[in-house]
Nanobody, 115 residues
């Protein structure tokens, strides 16, 4: 059973940066692409960024130019580099695949943007 473990979240001031990591226990991202989602309290989970198995990327309009998705196939790890963070980016962030059925969701990593 593949497991997903997100990390790298934290408390950061507006305008700050964080890099989230998502480690998978199997080689799934190169095969099935990668996606990062987030869920803020009282809101639905939304898809923030995707990278297909071929490397094509797509972003939620509100994060374009600020977030960058990437992955290291050798490490079975996906990343989300976040810059210019805003209070509205505060949420629990999750990763999963995007070109296959979802694997069991990890616990997520909390990002809090506040002064």
């Amino acid at each position: 059973q593949v497991q997903l473990v997100e990390s790298g979240g934290g408390l950061v001031q507006p305008g700050g940066s964080l890099r989230l990591s998502c480690a998978a226990s199997g080689n799934i991202f190169s095969l099935f692409g990668t996606g990062w989602w987030r869920q803020a309290p009282g809101k639905q989970r939304e898809l923030v960024a995707t990278m297909t198995s071929g490397g094509s990327t797509n972003y939620l309009d509100s994060v374009k130019g600020r977030f960058t998705i990437s992955r290291d196939n050798a490490k079975n790890t996906a990343y989300l580099q976040m810059k210019g963070l805003k209070p509205e980016d505060t949420a629990l962030y999750y990763c999963n695949v995007v070109q296959s059925r979802y694997y069991p969701w990890g616990q997520g990593t909390q990002v809090t943007v506040s002064s």
